[in-house]
């Protein structure tokens, strides 16, 4: 990759979801700390989630009209510290909210315009996306891991201070990224395109599976950690285990170039959602048994690992590059609508429903997502 700008594309990956290492982990804890409720924090969890419903569509829409997607990923991450540095001013629901809705919706001007970025000067190399990627998942490890160990010193009080760091590497990270260059960035925007595509039922079935897989999620990404704690597992082993998923997904984004090309998109986001289904069971039941949960995590390796990749490839490859903004603003747009559902009606059933039957349910909504993949989502193109 010596024509790519491997390292200062990785390093933006690095730092931008070693904040999601210090928030999807530990944010649940830092809520649950202040008093709030299953309820209330589920709630709050979703905010950002729906922001994600908005937010990327409306910066698609001025990156695919203005380009500029450096520009506007430099303007996100600087008005994502602003914004969250609200939260040393008051921590109470209702200026968490506050905070968590006008900082998040900068944050997801973010990661579409990378994703658009990096695939780019990848240009024909865009199976070696992962290999970029990959640094984003060793930079979550590097953080769950190390404030796993940490809070066991400190209180988990202080996330927000350590977060606010992490933030601000990703600005200066985005300060080293690379332009795309002027005749791309700008290039004329196609018409009529859009209504066209979004008219394909493969389309559709690929955006609705992408929903449905990250609603599945819900009571992984809100109270996997909070579960744990009950399990008595400590906060180091809380840490590992979440490393864990993402040493899995790691392990995967180094064979993506070689399992897309050999089994096709259709098979990977199949067999991603199938794999879903086993995963929240196996939580949902044998969550006490070390075993089981070391294989439950393992298979984060599918039901993130293999499905982001093959998605961001079949967006790439059904959409044109003036139009690619948009397609991974809806991508992010339905994943954060899903998010956002999930979170929800996991906080409104861990009280009532308990932790195991939260779980069936999320392997019931992966599983309609397999049924819709197995019906309607057959992609025109199968690998490059």
């Given at each position: 990759?010596?024509s790519v700008p491997y390292w200062r594309l990785s390093n933006f990956y690095f730092w931008y979801f070693s904040l999601l290492g210090a928030s999807a982990p530990f944010w649940p804890l830092f809520l649950e700390r202040l008093g709030l409720s299953p309820a209330r924090i589920g709630e709050l969890i979703a905010i950002p989630m729906l922001m994600r419903v908005l937010a990327p569509n409306l910066w698609a829409a001025l990156a695919d009209y203005r380009g500029e997607r450096l520009r506007i990923l430099r303007l996100g991450s600087v008005c994502t510290l602003l914004f969250f540095a609200g939260v040393f001013i008051d921590q109470s629901f209702w200026v968490l909210a506050l905070v968590m809705?006008?900082?998040?919706?900068?944050?997801?001007?973010?990661?579409?315009?990378?994703?658009?970025?990096?695939?780019?000067?990848?240009?024909?190399?865009?199976?070696?996306?992962?290999?970029?990627?990959?640094?984003?998942?060793?930079?979550?490890?590097?953080?769950?891991?190390?404030?796993?160990?940490?809070?066991?010193?400190?209180?988990?009080?202080?996330?927000?201070?350590?977060?606010?760091?992490?933030?601000?590497?990703?600005?200066?990270?985005?300060?080293?990224?690379?332009?795309?260059?002027?005749?791309?960035?700008?290039?004329?925007?196609?018409?009529?395109?859009?209504?066209?595509?979004?008219?394909?039922?493969?389309?559709?079935?690929?955006?609705?599976?992408?929903?449905?897989?990250?609603?599945?999620?819900?009571?992984?990404?809100?109270?996997?950690?909070?579960?744990?704690?009950?399990?008595?597992?400590?906060?180091?082993?809380?840490?590992?285990?979440?490393?864990?998923?993402?040493?899995?997904?790691?392990?995967?984004?180094?064979?993506?170039?070689?399992?897309?090309?050999?089994?096709?998109?259709?098979?990977?986001?199949?067999?991603?959602?199938?794999?879903?289904?086993?995963?929240?069971?196996?939580?949902?039941?044998?969550?006490?048994?070390?075993?089981?949960?070391?294989?439950?995590?393992?298979?984060?390796?599918?039901?993130?690992?293999?499905?982001?990749?093959?998605?961001?490839?079949?967006?790439?490859?059904?959409?044109?590059?003036?139009?690619?903004?948009?397609?991974?603003?809806?991508?992010?747009?339905?994943?954060?609508?899903?998010?956002?559902?999930?979170?929800?009606?996991?906080?409104?059933?861990?009280?009532?429903?308990?932790?195991?039957?939260?779980?069936?349910?999320?392997?019931?909504?992966?599983?309609?997502?397999?049924?819709?993949?197995?019906?309607?989502?057959?992609?025109?193109?199968?690998?490059?």
């Open positions: 990759m010596a809705a006008l900082h998040s919706f900068f944050w997801h001007a973010v990661l579409p315009q990378a994703e658009v970025i990096t695939l780019h000067h990848l240009a024909e190399r865009g199976a070696d996306y992962s290999k970029v990627r990959l640094w984003g998942s060793v930079g979550f490890i590097v953080v769950v891991v190390g404030f796993g160990g940490l809070f066991e010193y400190i209180p988990v009080l202080y996330l927000p201070h350590l977060m606010a760091a992490i933030m601000l590497m990703i600005i200066l990270a985005g300060w080293l990224l690379p332009a795309l260059p002027p005749a791309v960035d700008s290039a004329p925007l196609a018409k009529g395109t859009l209504r066209g595509l979004l008219r394909q039922p493969a389309i559709l079935a690929f955006y609705a599976c992408c929903l449905l897989m990250l609603a599945s999620h819900g009571p992984y990404y809100t109270f996997f950690s909070v579960y744990l704690q009950t399990l008595d597992y400590s906060r180091t082993a809380i840490g590992l285990l979440w490393a864990l998923g993402v040493v899995a997904e790691i392990a995967v984004f180094l064979v993506m170039a070689r399992l897309l090309p050999r089994f096709g998109l259709r098979r990977v986001l199949l067999g991603s959602l199938v794999l879903a289904v086993l995963r929240w069971i196996m939580i949902a039941e044998w969550a006490d048994h070390i075993l089981w949960l070391l294989l439950a995590q393992c298979l984060h390796a599918a039901t993130f690992g293999t499905f982001h990749a093959a998605a961001v490839a079949f967006i790439q490859q059904h959409f044109p590059l003036q139009r690619q903004s948009t397609g991974q603003a809806l991508y992010s747009t339905l994943g954060g609508a899903g998010g956002a559902l999930g979170a929800l009606l996991s906080g409104y059933a861990w009280g009532s429903l308990g932790a195991s039957t939260t779980y069936w349910g999320a392997a019931g909504i992966a599983l309609l997502g397999v049924l819709i993949a197995a019906r309607w989502l057959y992609p025109r193109v199968e690998h490059r």
